[in-house]
């Protein structure tokens, strides 16, 4: 099984918070790493196992949650850069793309292709 495309600078650039880890000491793409990113009153809690390509995010407010997906074997979590614009893509499917954005606002997009 491969791991995902995303690489662990990637997401310590997009996130700008060290993970927490799982297992301390060990290799990032053979680990469960938890990212936070906290604006005002809405908290973003990505998690991701590389060699598994399993993601899961929790969005909340005021601690409430607002949204959460947890899938396993995602197609791929990819990171883009265009100019500023940081994006991570997390490939559900061949159909089923989620896009998150943390700068400067967190934004979550979920595309879903129509079927042939």
């Avoid at 491969?2 to 918070?17: D, T």
Wanted: charged share 30%.
């Amino acid at each position: 099984m491969r791991a995902v495309s995303v690489k662990e600078w990637e997401l310590l650039s997009l996130f700008e918070v060290e993970p927490q880890l799982r297992e301390p000491g060990e290799c990032w793409d053979a680990n469960d790493a938890v990212y936070v990113v906290v604006q005002g009153e809405i908290k973003l809690s990505f998690a991701i196992s590389p060699l598994h390509r399993d993601v899961r995010i929790i969005v909340t407010h005021r601690d409430q949650r607002l949204y959460e997906l947890n899938t396993m074997s995602v197609l791929d979590v990819r990171y883009r850069e265009e100019g500023l614009r940081e994006t991570l893509e997390i490939i559900l499917t061949g159909r089923d793309t989620i896009t998150l954005r943390v700068k400067p606002r967190i934004e979550l997009e979920h595309d879903l292709a129509p079927g042939e």
